[in-house]
């Protein structure tokens, strides 16, 4: 079942391509793997899929330690500080920088550790009161202060949609992620390069990928319910 799922996301995806003109090549879907069993993640390993996403550092680093090496793991899930440590050098990409004080200690344990970690920030577009993220009227306030970052990269912008019935509805939410994408990379911050917008899920990612998604982030659509 998960690799007829995954063919028919893919061939979603494409043809959102096709209809806004967008290389293929420049969409990346990840499997968002959370909850979900090991030989179901396999099922999607063998089906080519290598960018698995999970939102629980215990439950990604022991996925990481045992499924193939060759796996990216997205830490896509509200981070605690006190699990920055365990979750570095495990995951490729960290979707949900969603405070100063988790950067902080995301740049801190990284020059511990010896290493480079690349992030996004999270953006709540629609300031819903149950998300994370940060607001667009503190952007101009917070973005100069990831200057000061040795060894955190920001890499660009994630959203989480709201809920909705109709992916149509959340378009505006991806044309201003868009936007936003475009206003900051105009205003060259030091250490803020934004070449990728995560945002769309299972119920909205081709209208995310039309609005110029980097990474959608597929779960139930490949995996079944939770
Ligand atoms: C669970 C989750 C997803 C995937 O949601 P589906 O609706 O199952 O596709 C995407 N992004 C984040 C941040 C998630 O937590």
């Known amino acids: ?3 007829e799922n995954l063919e028919n996301v893919e061939r979603n995806i494409k043809l959102a391509c096709e209809k806004s003109g967008r290389d293929i090549n420049d969409v990346t879907l990840i499997a968002v793997s959370k909850t979900k069993p090991n030989e179901l993640i396999m099922e999607a390993y063998e089906a080519g899929i290598r960018d698995f996403g999970e939102n629980k550092v215990q439950e990604l680093v022991r996925k990481c330690e045992e499924l193939p090496k060759d796996i990216r793991w997205h830490m896509i899930g509200h981070l605690q500080t006190n699990k920055v440590r365990q979750l570095l050098g495990n995951t490729v990409l960290i979707h949900s920088i969603d405070s100063i004080r ?3 200690t995301i740049d801190t ?3 511990k550790k010896g290493i480079h970690v690349d992030g996004l920030l999270e953006i709540n577009v629609a300031k819903e009161a149950s998300k994370y993220g940060f607001v667009e009227e503190e952007l101009e306030e917070i973005l100069p202060l990831f200057g000061r970052y040795k060894n ?6 994630m959203t989480i949609a709201p809920d909705v019935d109709g992916a149509e509805k959340n378009r505006k939410i991806f044309k201003k992620l868009k936007k936003l994408y475009v206003d900051i990379n105009e205003k060259n911050y030091d250490n803020i390069e934004v070449k990728f917008l995560s945002m769309g899920m299972t119920g909205d990612y081709t209208v995310a990928v039309e609005e110029g998604a980097g990474f959608v982030r597929v779960g139930t659509g490949i995996f079944g319910k939770r």
Do not use: F, N, T
């Open 1 to 3: 079942m998960v690799k």
């Open 102 to 104: 988790l950067a902080d």
């Open 109 to 111: 344990e990284a020059i």
């Open 152 to 157: 955190l990269h920001i890499k660009g912008l």
